[in-house]
């Protein structure tokens, strides 16, 4: 059970700021989780879970993305977890890398780190998949609220290397999701020509090899699991789109695979910032939310 640090009331439900001592990660970590109010004689609240990006933490999709209030509406409880373990004595990036803010704390990419380095902290795939949820529901419970949420009807959306963790868990874990959508993912982090992938798969897992255990693209192409929907949201003007993203290639996968009912919708003008996440959020809720009924 997680230790409630903050509540705030919002569009009618509560936010709730969230630490508890992880098994996964081995270090304390937050998280952040708006609960809808709900009649006591109504259906059960399914479950929505938010990966965000690169340098974020449990806080930006909550306080920039405009999504409480579809989330309200829709009656969807929304978990938001940090993007890393952090803290002293995580190892962080090296310190003679140039660039610094895309790997290490605040860049934990989803994954289960398997090099020394970082294998006793970054455990961030089984922190999410496995962990995580446990947590949640012993924390509804404790706030009296468990009853009327039912962690059993789940789906996942994300940001940018979140959208990567989205679409990459959702497609390692058939079934578990019902649906899965991503602003602007990393979809392709293992093809040799995305430095983020080079970077953080080179260093969690010690190869790219390696790293296509958790790519998103190489996932769709090999699916074979329960038929599930897929929304992307890509912004034109995104200046990581040419260099990072890859974007036309999950399209490509993901649409000559039958199981996968995959939707890439191309954003004309828009950015990598919330600026265009809070515009297409409150789509995203109800995308997931039809498909959670």
């Known amino acids: 059970m997680a230790t409630i640090t903050k509540q705030v009331k919002s569009h009618g439900g509560d936010v709730y700021f969230l630490s508890h001592e992880s098994t996964s990660t081995n270090t304390t970590m937050v998280f952040t989780l708006f ?30 993305a405009n999504a409480i209030a579809a989330a309200a509406q829709h009656g969807v409880v929304l978990i938001c977890p940090d993007t890393s373990p952090r ?47 446990l947590v949640v529901a012993s924390t509804l419970d404790a706030v009296q609220v468990g009853n009327r949420v039912d962690m059993g009807r789940a789906s996942i959306f994300g940001h940018s290397m979140g959208g990567h963790g989205a679409l990459m868990i959702a497609l390692k874990n058939p079934g578990m999701y019902k649906s899965a959508s991503a602003f602007a993912p990393i979809c392709n982090p293992s093809s040799g020509s995305c430095p983020w992938g ?47 993203l890859e974007t036309d290639k999950f399209n490509q996968a993901a649409n000559t695979n039958a199981k996968i009912n995959a939707t890439v919708r191309m954003q004309e003008g828009y950015d990598h910032s919330y600026y265009f996440i809070s515009t297409f959020a409150a789509e995203h809720v109800a995308f997931h939310s039809e498909r959670l009924q």
């Open 35 to 64: 609960v809808p109010s709900s009649p006591l004689d109504g259906p059960n609240m399914p479950v929505l879970y938010y990966l965000s990006g690169l340098t974020c933490t449990n806080m930006n999709f909550i306080e920039k």
């Open 87 to 133: 803290g002293e004595g995580v190892p962080d990036a090296p310190e003679d890398m140039p660039c610094k803010w895309d790997f290490g704390q605040g860049a934990g990419f989803y994954v289960d780190a398997t090099e020394p380095t970082y294998a006793a902290n970054y455990q961030m795939y089984s922190y999410i998949t496995k962990e995580l949820p």
């Open 198 to 244: 080079d970077k953080c798969f080179g260093l969690y897992l010690g190869s790219l090899e390696a790293g296509k255990a958790y790519d998103a693209t190489v996932l769709a192409q090999a699916y074979n699991g329960a038929p599930i929907d897929v929304l992307v949201d890509q912004g034109t003007a995104d200046n990581f789109l040419p260099t990072q």
